[in-house]
């Protein structure tokens, strides 16, 4: 035998020879060491294989604090002659416990490529665990440990990444070879790793439900099970497919960008370890038939647990110090009785424990009568983490299956434990719950009456089973088992409920929101009460406001119950989870939550987090409705905010805010945002120290900035948060005066006037809110009032900061804003409006219009414009007319109106001033019908003033007038004034009277003023006296062009087109060339303006086109480039004529059929634009041969 080929036995035969010797050790786990030769028979080794010497040590704290150690030696002498070859096994177990790794792999793959594959070391080097670097000492306590038990490796054992391998090779150069070869094998096993954790995965997905469970989903199609992730992922792969393989690749594309956590170019990125299933026609076609089954073969590592080896064949540390390592030794020592002693009394009490439970399982066993014999099931709670899985089989009753807690009453016996829902290897065993049995030993045994028979609880039990239940499905089980507590009402609500809710009518979910909030209150489980949380914020798909609203009454609901920091551990994380939702309601519904809960928050969050939550929605949110509610829980945070350094971060978001191109936003703004902003900034003391200064401060760098073009947005911005900000301001002067601490609450105080403030913009606004109530309102208003007309504002800071800085700084702004945008002297009327209004009477009496009357200065001796008094031509006219004149409506306020208005229209006309600022003051007062009546008196006083200059100046005011006054007051009062007007001796005065003729033509409809306002008009044409007067024919035609195209088309047709023909022709004539450009000038706007007017073709040959070419006559010699255009126009107008007649004339002869051919017709064209004969002979060339 001196000749065996070691080789000659295959490795299964080795195997196969080794497996009937080995023996089984309970006591290890499969993982706790490397396979090598059995510990039971030694001394029988095969006939060609020398015997090995293995040492197995195995050193483990067990939770009795027994060590067991086990030794075993073998030793082999072949009597005779030694064995020249040893077996491939035992030279690979050799490497492996003299640690040459190297050596180990090199010898694994000549294996490999020989075709002869050793199981030792394709089971070392396919488990990753035998690369991992592990400490040596022992698990903690309360460590959770895998079914396997602990894992003793030594500490410091190399990994691959950590060799040196050029110790281990002979030869020193080959270094970087080994060392590529070594990390292709890394990434090798890498992908392996993958796979095994795709399977693992797989296997987990796989045996989610229960196969009872899926028979009764196939059996009731109506069910539908939940889907779960990877079988969402896997079909979204599938669906994608399809619609690339079909060509809807926009579906495609815009399926994929729903589904962006996916990649759809790689069937591994589903993570199942399963082959890629057929496309879906496929499935369709074949549904019928099922696909085969991956779950056949399954990936098992075996690993080598160095500590089993002995202990010289493993790699030594650097030697230490020898006190420093009996040190070391000492505290392991320590550590290890300490555990000890904490285990053994913990297993004294578990014992003590079992036996209680188990008598009273005897108890109930024998008062129970009917068969079979109900058990209580009752888990045996394991409170700590032992080392090995040993105490726990060694000190568990059999008899008793743990289930959920012990609280639950068993309808099932004891002799179905595989449908327990919560199996001992995944409780919680760190928390015991002896209250629980408390109270089950406190609840009164039931009784039952027991037959008098002797059957064998066998055949009890057999005959039981022919009834029909089902309690080996997940519903089986809840409905097999009664809860008899309040903690196993919440732990059977948490499991049931996931189940429930997808099956429950969308539009009827909200009624489990209470179920799920008391749920999420009470469970004991973290996760259990995470996952409520989040059912409840995706219970529906797209909430409408009263499902919003029943959410969020919950929400506060669950957070008033359990406090701040369940709220931020709980709530928030399902709102931060939806603030990118791809659909608005759900965003809507995280904006909204982030304010409901703010009161109940702990305030660093409030200041943090959630404010920064909603000012990214505010940025970044498209929805309109999503940006109004944040708004409005921004303002609610900043009701709540105590962080002084935030104040900036709220400026900043009012400004953001406020830009919104959404109204509704804004809207949001004003009547939330600013005013809790606000009333926290008066808190802060910087209320007209701070905020009103920035916001004025940016009113005056945007008119810097505007003098070539101002940004009226901004400014609307910037002046409407001015104008939201009067209440507080008036709040603050209120509780800052020396009156405040005399204001008492009494049964006499008056009830304030409806009309004492402007109506508030929303309840925030009001300064009753404001203030607190408004019976404390109402006395502070008559100490306000007292004191401002009797005893003055000495030592009233407030209202001093008010008179002295705030309003001259609002008078010098007014009076650099341009006076002709109406936009904002409409802004500006408005703001100081409310601010006087608020105020109140004698405020504005006594400190507004002193101030404005300072500046506007209205006296004789400044109507020279040479004096400097330009101030009347800005908008501070217009702003103090309409903004401070007109906050109180009583006789002697219209009366100071009537006369600041007359004045400003003497002053100005006589100084020969623009009217810029005294037509805004119209315009603005003129859109309230109230003020008519006021101005057509102002006008009165012009219309009979003893200058011309004050009479022009009327004549023209009436044009602004006459638009929104009733048609009543335009018959009544304004045409008369006009007539009047019209008959002046100055001609200057009825040509001012033009412009207002031609708006009452333009807006009335009664015929009698029509055609009063005709022959007035006509008058001016026809007269002779006006024949030469160019400034007139230049108002006419100016106001032609104006009104013509709305005016009514019948005076449009016989009035406006003939006379603009006629001065047309006139003008040809005119000897002087200025006068002759000039009214060739308007007249071509006018005709522009009336060529897209609907013309009848007899007033379009017999007026307009001859008016053009006259028109054309002039420009020719004047103006070329405006006779290019003419000739255009000229061109499509005849082109018009033509189609006409073409069509008029359809089926009977007429001029232009007679004309054949485009020479004929360009001939004829020519030669009437040759034509100078006069209009009328004109017109006969088109009329028909009679």
């Given at each position: 035998m001196a000749s065996v080929n070691p080789f000659d036995l295959s490795d299964s035969e080795e195997e196969a020879e080794r497996r009937p010797n080995e023996t089984v050790d309970t006591e290890r786990s499969p993982s706790d060491g490397a396979p090598g030769p059995p510990p039971g028979n030694l001394f029988s080794p095969p006939a060609d294989a020398e015997p090995p010497t293995l040492l197995l040590s195995s050193n483990r704290t067990s939770p009795s604090g027994e060590g067991i150690s086990v030794s075993v030696a073998a030793t082999s002498a072949m009597a005779g002659s030694a064995e020249a070859r040893v077996s491939v096994d035992v030279i690979a177990a050799q490497l492996l416990r003299d640690q040459y790794i190297l050596t180990a792999l090199e010898f694994h793959t000549e294996l490999l490529e020989a075709g002869r594959e050793l199981p030792r070391l394709r089971d070392y080097f396919s488990n990753p665990g035998n690369f991992e670097r592990q400490s040596g000492t022992p698990p903690a306590k309360d460590q959770v440990l895998g079914p396997g038990g602990p894992l003793n490796r030594a500490g410091s054992i190399s990994t691959l990444d950590s060799l040196d391998f050029a110790r281990y090779s002979d030869d020193g150069n080959r270094e970087s070879d080994e060392r590529v070869a070594v990390l292709e094998f890394e990434l090798r096993k890498a992908k392996e790793t993958i796979q095994a954790l795709r399977a693992n995965l797989t296997q987990a997905a796989e045996s989610e439900v229960a196969s009872q469970e899926r028979k009764n989903f196939k059996s009731s199609p109506e069910i539908q099970e939940p889907i779960r992730q990877l079988e969402k992922r896997a079909l979204n792969f599938l669906v994608n497919e399809y619609l690339l393989k079909n060509e809807y690749k926009l579906s495609s594309i815009t399926f994929s960008d729903e589904n962006d956590d996916q990649d759809f170019e790689l069937w591994d990125d589903v993570g199942l370890n399963i082959p890629k299933p057929p496309d879906l026609l496929h499935l369709y076609r074949n549904c019928g038939t099922p696909l085969p089954s991956p779950r056949d073969t399954v990936d098992v590592s075996v690993g080598v647990n160095f500590g089993d080896l002995p202990g010289n064949c493993i790699p030594q540390d650097p030697p230490k110090k020898p006190d420093l390592l009996q040190q070391q030794q000492t505290e392991v020592v320590q550590e290890l009785e300490y555990q000890i002693s904490l285990l053994n009394n913990e297993k004294q009490s578990l014992a003590e424990q079992i036996k209680k439970l188990q008598s009273e399982i005897q108890t109930l066993k024998r008062t129970v009568s009917s068969p079979p014999p109900a058990t209580l099931d009752l888990c045996s709670q394991n409170t700590s983490n032992s080392s090995s899985n040993t105490t726990t089989s060694s000190t568990a009753p059999l008899s008793v299956p743990p289930t959920d807690n012990g609280q639950y009453l068993d309808i099932r016996g004891v002799s179905e434990p595989e449908t327990e829902l919560d199996p001992p290897s995944t409780q919680n065993t760190s928390h015991p719950h002896p209250q629980s049995h408390n109270k089950l030993k406190s609840r009164p045994p039931v009784k039952f009456d027991q037959p008098n028979r002797k059957l064998s609880p066998a055949f009890l039990q057999a005959l039981l089973s022919f009834c029909r239940m089902c309690s080996d499905s997940r519903l089986g089980a809840e409905v097999s088992r009664i809860a008899d507590s309040e903690e196993s009402v919440m732990l059977m609500l948490g499991r049931c409920l996931p189940h429930i809710v997808p099956n429950v009518l969308l539009a009827k979910r909200e009624e489990l929101i209470p179920l799920i909030l008391c749920t999420a209150c009470l469970h004991p489980e973290p996760k259990e009460r995470d996952q409520l949380l989040h059912i409840l914020f995706n219970l529906?798909?797209?909430?409408?406001?009263?499902?919003?609203?029943?959410?969020?009454?919950?929400?506060?609901?669950?957070?008033?119950?359990?406090?701040?920091t369940r709220v931020e551990a709980e709530l928030l994380p399902q709102c931060w989870e939806q603030i990118n939702h791809k659909y608005p309601e759900r965003r809507l519904l995280v904006a909204e939550a982030c304010g409901a809960l703010a009161p109940y928050l702990p305030k660093e969050i409030r200041s943090s987090l959630v404010l920064s939550m909603l000012q990214q929605m505010l940025a970044e949110d498209k929805a309109d409705m999503v940006r109004e509610a944040v708004v409005k829980s921004l303002g609610i945070i900043m009701g709540y905010i105590d962080d002084p350094d935030k104040y900036s971060q709220g400026f900043e978001l009012m400004l953001l805010s406020l830009g919104d191109p959404s109204e509704r936003v804004v809207s949001a703004v004003h009547q939330v945002f600013i005013p809790a902003f606000a009333a926290w900034t008066t808190e802060l003391g910087t209320l007209h120290t701070t905020l009103i200064p920035s916001l004025l401060a940016r009113i005056e760098k945007l008119l810097m900035q505007g003098e070539h073009g101002l940004d009226e947005h901004k400014l609307h911005v910037f002046l409407s948060a001015l104008q939201s900000l009067i209440p507080p301001l008036f709040a603050v002067v209120l509780q800052n005066a020396p009156f405040t601490s005399r204001a008492k609450l009494d049964g006499d105080t008056p009830a304030i006037e409806v009309t004492r403030f402007?109506?508030?913009?929303?309840?925030?606004?009001?300064?009753?809110?404001?203030?607190?109530?408004?019976?404390?309102?109402?006395?502070?208003?008559?100490?306000?009032?007292?004191?401002?007309?009797?005893?003055?504002?000495?030592?009233?800071?407030?209202?001093?900061?008010?008179?002295?800085?705030?309003?001259?700084?609002?008078?010098?702004?007014?009076?650099?804003?341009?006076?002709?945008?109406?936009?904002?002297?409409?802004?500006?009327?408005?703001?100081?409006?409310?601010?006087?209004?608020?105020?109140?009477?004698?405020?504005?009496?006594?400190?507004?219009?002193?101030?404005?009357?300072?500046?506007?200065?209205?006296?004789?001796?400044?109507?020279?414009?040479?004096?400097?008094?330009?101030?009347?031509?800005?908008?501070t006219v217009p702003i103090y007319a309409t903004g401070v004149l007109t906050c109180y409506n009583?006789?002697?306020?219209?009366?100071?109106?009537?006369?600041?208005?007359?004045?400003?229209?003497?002053?100005?006309?006589?100084?020969?001033?623009?009217?810029?600022?005294?037509?805004?003051?119209?315009?603005?007062?003129?859109?309230?019908?109230?003020?008519?009546?006021?101005?057509?008196?102002?006008?009165?006083?012009?219309v009979v003033h003893t200058s011309a200059l004050v009479r022009c100046t009327a004549a023209r005011m009436f044009e602004l007038l006459v638009k929104g006054v009733n048609e009543t007051l335009v018959a009544q009062r304004v045409v008369p004034a006009l007539i009047t007007l019209s008959s002046d001796p100055e001609i200057s005065v009825r040509i001012s009277t033009i412009p207002a003729f031609g708006t009452i033509m333009e807006t009335v409809t009664q015929k009698e003023l029509l055609e009063r306002v005709k022959m007035q008009l006509a008058s001016f044409l026809e007269d002779p006296q006006y024949q030469d007067q160019h400034s007139l024919h230049m108002e006419i035609i100016r106001t032609f062009g104006r009104v013509g195209p709305n005016a009514e088309p019948r005076f449009r047709d016989e009035f406006v087109l003939p006379h603009l023909h006629k001065?047309?022709?006139?003008?040809?004539?005119?000897?002087?060339?200025?006068?002759?450009?000039?009214?060739?000038?308007?007249?071509?706007?006018?005709?522009?303006?009336?060529?897209?007017?609907?013309?009848?073709?007899?007033?379009?040959?017999?007026?307009?086109?001859?008016g053009l070419r006259c028109l054309r006559a002039d420009m020719e010699q004047l103006s070329p480039e405006h006779e290019v255009i003419l000739s255009s126009m000229i061109k499509e107008c005849e082109i018009k004529v033509e189609n006409r007649g073409m069509a008029d004339a359809q089926g009977s002869m007429s001029i232009a059929s007679s004309l054949v051919g485009e020479d004929a017709k360009t001939k004829f064209l020519s030669k009437m634009g040759q034509l100078t004969t006069s209009g009328a002979m004109l017109a006969n060339v088109f009329q028909r041969k009679k």
């Open positions: 529906i798909k797209r909430p409408d406001d009263e499902q919003r609203q029943m959410i969020l009454t919950g929400c506060v609901a669950f957070a008033r119950h359990v406090g701040p402007p109506r508030p913009a929303s309840p925030l606004q009001d300064v009753a809110t404001i203030i607190g109530s408004r019976e404390m309102l109402s006395a502070l208003l008559l100490l306000y009032d007292h004191q401002l007309e009797l005893e003055g504002t000495t030592g009233w800071d407030s209202l001093l900061w008010v008179v002295n800085q705030l309003l001259p700084q609002l008078i010098d702004i007014v009076s650099r804003i341009n006076v002709t945008s109406s936009t904002c002297v409409h802004e500006f009327s408005r703001f100081f409006w409310r601010f006087c209004r608020t105020f109140g009477k004698i405020f504005t009496n006594t400190k507004v219009k002193p101030q404005f009357q300072e500046i506007l200065r209205l006296s004789e001796e400044n109507v020279d414009a040479s004096a400097g008094n330009d101030i009347l031509t800005k908008a009583q006789e002697e306020d219209r009366k100071l109106l009537v006369g600041f208005l007359e004045d400003v229209m003497t002053t100005l006309s006589l100084s020969h001033a623009p009217l810029d600022s005294l037509k805004a003051s119209f315009v603005e007062l003129g859109a309230n019908p109230v003020y008519h009546e006021l101005l057509l008196t102002v006008l009165w006083y012009g001065l047309a022709l006139a003008n040809n004539s005119q000897a002087v060339e200025s006068k002759r450009i000039d009214i060739a000038t308007q007249l071509f706007e006018a005709y522009s303006a009336l060529s897209c007017c609907f013309i009848s073709e007899e007033v379009m040959v017999n007026h307009f086109l001859p």
